[in-house]
């Protein structure tokens, strides 16, 4: 079985090693993806170079940033804490005239995400510190993600691995002992850019939407050969479409962290 934790430790000592850095910093929400950037980074890099940032707003469970700072514990190294709650409204206040009434959409939810790698991208510019990316390989490639957002970075720690990758990958990271808190592992997943929201309500499933990813572009499989398999229909369309209608950010996307 392939060892995923000591590939992504290696080729991100690698990484760093030829861009000539050795200090990184990261956006840690509360989820498991950047949770397990965080940890792996950890390991990869050493606790004092690794500065973990948590950007909370006001539609933040308070569980992901007691979580958060539960790991930050854990491992022991420096954090910082920037709440985004009042650059939000005034950048809301300015483009209110541009805006005039139109509704809350998903314009605003990413408003939220872009202010947060804003804010990630000066920390990484003033202190000399790669900003890095944690996304997963799920979400690229149905366009989760916000271009200039939660997509910037100078490289995607986890974007070749799956979300269900990503769970067994947080499985091995805390076998021995918890470093990654257990709600964090079995919470449900949310991008957490409006009350309640989770991503589900975007996406199928990840049990579902990680099946027939694979089978539509690892194994090359077309929609209708995935159907016969036993997929839904709807799921495996809808599926299809977010992959196609997202290609046009792939381009834009940090360096990829190859595991596979």
């Known amino acids: 079985m392939i060892d995923i934790k000591n590939i992504i430790i290696s080729k991100l000592q690698e990484f760093f090693k030829a861009a000539n850095f050795d200090k990184a910093v990261l956006g840690l929400s509360g989820g498991i993806d950047s949770a397990v950037v ?3 980074a950890v390991e990869a890099l050493g606790k004092d170079n690794v500065l973990p940032v948590l950007l909370p707003s006001m539609y933040s469970t308070s569980h992901s940033v007691d979580d958060s700072l539960e790991m930050i514990k854990n491992i022991g190294t420096a954090y910082e804490i920037i709440p985004i709650e009042n650059v939000y409204k005034e950048v809301l206040k300015s483009l209110k005239p541009v805006f005039h009434d139109a509704p809350f959409d998903i314009t605003e939810e990413n408003v939220q995400a872009r202010i947060r790698g804003l804010l990630l991208m000066a ?3 003033k ?3 790669l900003l890095l990316n944690t996304s997963n390989k799920s979400e690229l ?3 989760y993600g916000t271009l200039y957002g939660d997509l ?3 490289i995607s720690v986890i974007g070749d691995l799956y979300k269900y990758q990503v769970y067994e990958l947080a499985k091995e990271i805390n076998k021995n002992g918890v470093i990654i808190p257990l709600n964090i592992i079995n919470k449900a997943p949310s991008a957490e850019l409006h009350p309640g929201q989770k991503d589900s309500d975007s996406l199928p499933d990840y049990k579902v939407l990680d099946p027939i990813l ?4 690892d194994e090359k499989k077309t929609i209708e050969q995935i159907v016969a398999a036993g997929f ?3 799921a495996v369309q809808r599926t299809a479409k977010l992959v196609n209608a997202s290609k046009f950010k792939s381009s834009q996307l940090p360096p990829l962290l190859k595991v596979f």
């Open 214 to 217: 694979c089978a539509y572009l």
């Open 38 to 40: 965080y940890a792996v």
């Open 152 to 154: 910037c970075g100078s």
């Open 123 to 125: 920390i990484s510019n």
């Open 232 to 234: 839904d229909e709807t």
């Open 127 to 129: 202190q000399r510190r």
């Open 141 to 143: 490639s149905v366009g």
